[in-house]
């Protein structure tokens, strides 16, 4: 069993590391997805109200809410057959990271991947989707990311991936973590 996380800032390639792992047919859990179906079961728009429903389930139920909320999810997935890999995108906090390592063990590999705010910016622009979420420009988001604990938990990452080269290196090397195991690209 092998379970995978993924920690970076905005617009780092979180969501083509996700890919990657899809077209190897490796279940991906998404923590986004647990704060989209918190605001459904509000009847909020998770448009526009997942920065503040992130922030609300953490007051309500501790720093580590999302993560233990997305421990079924990530167990489910496990039980499929012939599934020993999972991937879960986008941790937050070096508290998330305990929580998955308290259930995981070693058999959790903590990802980073990280590339300069600039590099950053221009690719969530090309990426068309809206610099802002919630309204907030990227430097507030990586603010409110950051006020969460990532940095610690990309300073505790098993492996980092730099991710300035191309997209199609990027995804070279993401293919080469499920391949042949997280080490290998150390
Ligand atoms: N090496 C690269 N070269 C060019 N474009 C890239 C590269 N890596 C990622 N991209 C593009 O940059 C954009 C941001 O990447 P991605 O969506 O994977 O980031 P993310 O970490 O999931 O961001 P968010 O947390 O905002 O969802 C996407 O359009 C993606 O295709």
Do not use: Y
Request: proline share 4%; glycine share 10%.
């Amino acid at each position: 069993m092998t379970v995978i996380g993924t920690v970076g800032l905005p617009g780092s390639g979180k969501g083509e590391a996700a890919e990657v792992a899809r077209e190897l047919g490796v279940p991906v859990v998404t923590m986004g997805d647990v704060i989209r179906r918190e605001c459904r079961d509000r009847g909020l728009d998770p448009a526009s109200h997942h920065g503040e429903i992130a922030q609300a389930l953490r007051e309500e139920d501790g720093p580590a809410a999302i993560a233990e909320r997305s421990l079924p999810l990530i167990e489910e997935r496990l039980a499929d057959e012939g599934t020993d890999t999972v991937l879960v995108d986008g941790l937050r906090s070096d508290v998330e990271l305990d929580a998955f390592r308290d259930r995981f063990g070693d058999d959790f590999h903590l990802l980073s991947i990280e590339a300069p705010f600039e590099v950053r910016r221009e690719r969530i622009t090309d990426r068309g989707r809206d610099d802002t979420e919630d309204g907030e420009s990227l430097r507030e988001r990586d603010e409110r990311e950051l006020g969460f604990g990532m940095g610690e938990a990309m300073e505790r990452a098993d492996v980092t991936i730099e991710n300035t080269d191309t997209l199609e290196r990027f995804r070279r090397r993401i293919r080469t973590v499920f391949d042949e195991g997280p080490e290998a690209v150390r």
